[in-house]
């Protein structure tokens, strides 16, 4: 390493106000240099130094110094020099050169005209001597910027990641202005579809033909592409994913064309793509009067407002500025974090929040009573495939008997409207989940025609929710970054996906087409093939997978099997002829369901079994029940034995005497 090198990391390393005093003590160097410069300049040639130059130089020292320090010259951190930071410095020795051309030039001519001003020195010194300080001092904060690139950014240039830039707009030009003294990051060129772009130069850097991503792959050692195309359609961006896709290299996004008009796009804001970017489908724009109809100056209920989906329709609806919000949940944590998120959003809005099951009977019907809910959005339930799976009688309790019960007291108390959040594993039910769901829905469904038809139902159905707790794409992130291996239930597995906020905005208006009891149906776009969806994450890390064709790549797809209860793939009608809505992206339909008599005498025999921990009966009750329902799992015997023996244990307890010594025999929950 040269002493060059090492007096400036020294120098870096020094204290603020020792770097200030280095500072002070170059611009003092260059007064006294700029001011001999200048008699050199209007004499013609070198002078000694005599009264009257040692003159001029402490007029220049005294007036220079006072006014740095007022225009924050040493206040600023000159390996980071702008062109803003280079105004400063114009307006600062703008100033500097007025009082000093008053100094040495008018004050000393004492009524005379000539050309020497204050005790014989040049009039004229007075407007080159700061020109010359002028650029002496702009060329000291370049070459400090210079020395800090060279010392600390070149020595550490290969381990640089190198970047192109996709967009060439304002976008673009704004991403390469924050990327100029990043450290991990070197933008070596843009893209642009734009055939005008071609081969010239923006801020320094050329723009290529995105057909040539290949070259300069190859001969610029290219890590990373930058998408900088905030505006363009989600079709598009896909098609260019795609074919970045092919290539060995990390690709990352920005935020949204709003965040870039507002000033808030910043080297922080570049982030990994996400499932949405890899969607080949568009986001469906909302209709405001449908999402305003049931929640606007309404008391809303949200159940399982901690969860996913609750969590998200919660942000939606106080947007929506209802007259009351009920956040109802039954996990402690879940409902603060909820909370503090829609107190920090929306800090006046009146929100009331309960730690309540939804099959306390009782405590719902109290908070019906009280607060005159007018819309109710359900969305507590056990979502969890196989953990579903291996707890049948808790999952049935919570997903059907206690949708049961809130539909029944929204009734009682004439709830406008009752929507509930149902699932495309309801369809052809291959597991607990999906069936239990499916029976949620036929409980609505023969309540709502049991009624006056008070108040009114809808259930809505969807696929895969990204960002919700229970996606893959989480996993799948996790598993890639560790180096693998990503773990895949079939190849042949596909999924539907709809991102959490689309999701939670078309539940809303769904609930509010709603004329009767219909199952509505959310247009999902086009089922997603996961295997194919784990290459192009995998490729757009910049990572390659290693199978038969490549048994020299970095992360391995493992296939595990299928879980209890998954299907290959999910459906989302029973029947086969939806009826259209006056949504583009909702359909609805009128399935089947139990006369609400037959039901409830089904419902009370199940609830006797969900008692007694029964999970075999159960589920032969599910399947007497929903004759679609397949089960493609076995029940696990040795955990339902474990619960059957603590079922024996819990019931051989003595029986305890309450104060009024009335017996009271200890029930499994």
């Given amino acids: ?145 210079y020395l800090y690139v060279n010392t600390f950014a070149l020595t550490n240039f290969k381990n640089k990641r190198k970047v192109l830039i996709y967009g060439a707009g304002s976008a673009g030009r704004q991403l390469l202005s924050s990327l100029e ?8 060129g843009f893209l642009d579809n734009n055939d005008q772009f071609h081969k010239q130069t923006i801020l320094g850097q050329t723009v290529y033909d995105p057909l040539r991503i290949d070259e300069l792959i190859k001969f610029r050692a290219i ?17 260019i994913i795609e074919d970045l896709n092919k290539f060995k290299i990390t690709v990352k996004t920005l935020p949204s064309i709003q965040d870039i008009v507002d000033g808030k796009i910043s080297v922080s804001d570049i982030k990994d793509l996400t499932i949405e ?13 449908l999402l305003n109809k049931n929640i606007n100056s309404k008391v809303v209920l ?38 503090e998120d829609i107190k920090n959003i929306m800090p006046n809005l009146d929100i009331i929040t309960l730690l309540i099951n939804v099959q306390n009977s009782s ?54 409207n009752f ?11 291959t597991n607990i989940m999906g069936a239990s769901k499916r029976l949620a829905e036929i409980c609505v469904q023969a309540l709502y025609h049991d009624q006056e038809k008070n108040t009114k139902f809808a259930i809505v159905r969807f696929g895969n929710v990204l960002q919700s707790s229970g996606s893959v794409i989480p996993k799948f992130k996790k598993q890639i970054k560790k180096g693998g291996p990503v773990t895949l239930t079939h190849p042949d597995v596909t999924r539907y996906f709809m991102t959490i906020i689309e999701a939670s905005q078309l539940v809303i208006q769904a609930g509010a087409m709603s004329e009767g009891c219909e199952v509505f149906v959310l ?106 329902y397949q089960s493609n799992s076995k029940i696990v015997d040795h955990i339902y034995k474990g619960q059957q023996i603590f079922k024996n244990q819990v019931k051989s307890y003595p029986t305890v005497n309450n104060k009024e010594n009335k017996v009271i025999r200890i029930k499994t929950k």
């Fill in 1 to 145: 390493m040269s002493i060059l090198n090492i007096a400036s990391k020294n120098i870096v390393n020094l204290p603020r106000y020792a770097k200030r005093m280095i500072a002070i003590a170059v611009d003092l160097g260059l007064c006294i240099l700029c001011t001999w410069l200048a008699f050199y300049l209007r004499l013609e040639q070198f002078i000694r130094i005599n009264d009257i130059t040692i003159l001029a130089v402490l007029i220049s020292i005294f007036i220079a110094i006072p006014i740095f320090w007022l225009f924050g010259l040493y206040k600023t951190m000159f390996r980071f020099v702008s062109s803003a930071i280079i105004l400063n410095v114009a307006f600062a020795t703008f100033v500097y050169g007025l009082l000093y051309f008053v100094v040495v030039g008018i004050y000393g001519i004492q009524g005379k005209p000539s050309i020497y001003g204050l005790q014989g020195i040049p009039r004229s010194i007075g407007i080159i001597q700061p020109v010359i300080l002028f650029l002496g001092i702009s060329a000291s904060r370049l070459i400090i910027m």
């Fill in 277 to 289: 970017d890899l969607l080949s489908r568009e986001q469906v724009q909302p209709n405001f009067e």
């Fill in 523 to 628: 247009d999902m776009g086009e089922s997603i093939k996961i295997r194919n969806l784990i290459y192009k994450m995998i490729n757009l890390s910049g990572l390659t997978v290693k199978d038969s064709n490549n048994s020299n790549g970095d992360i391995e797809i493992k296939i595990t099997g299928l879980r209890p209860g998954e299907k290959l793939y999910e459906e989302l009608l029973l029947g086969e002829n939806p009826q259209n809505t006056y949504h583009d992206k909702i359909q609805k339909a009128q399935d089947p369901f139990i006369p609400f008599n037959q039901l409830k005498t089904d419902l009370d025999n199940l609830s006797n079994l969900l008692e007694d921990n029964r999970a075999a009966d159960v589920k032969d009750k599910l399947r007497e029940l929903l004759p679609a």
């Fill in 419 to 429: 929507v509930l959040i149902s699932s495309d594993k309801a369809v052809r039910a």
């Fill in 302 to 339: 949200v159940t399982g407002a901690g969860g996913s989906i609750g969590s998200e329709l919660c942000r939606q609806i106080i947007k929506l500025k209802p007259k009351k919000l009920i956040l109802l949940e039954l996990n402690e944590f879940a409902l603060y974090k909820i909370s």
């Fill in 223 to 239: 890590d990373v592409v930058l998408l900088a195309l905030p505006s363009i359609s989600r079709l598009k961006r896909n098609k």
């Fill in 181 to 188: 003294n990043n450290p991990e990051m070197k933008v070596v």
């Fill in 363 to 416: 405590r719902v019907e109290e908070v019906f009573k009280t607060f005159k809910v007018d819309t109710v959005y359900h969305a507590a339930a056990y979502k969890h495939v196989p953990l579903v799976e291996e707890n049948i009688c808790e999952s049935v309790k919570n997903n059907v008997i206690g949708t049961f019960l809130i539909a029944q007291i929204a009734m009682k108390y004439n709830v406008s």
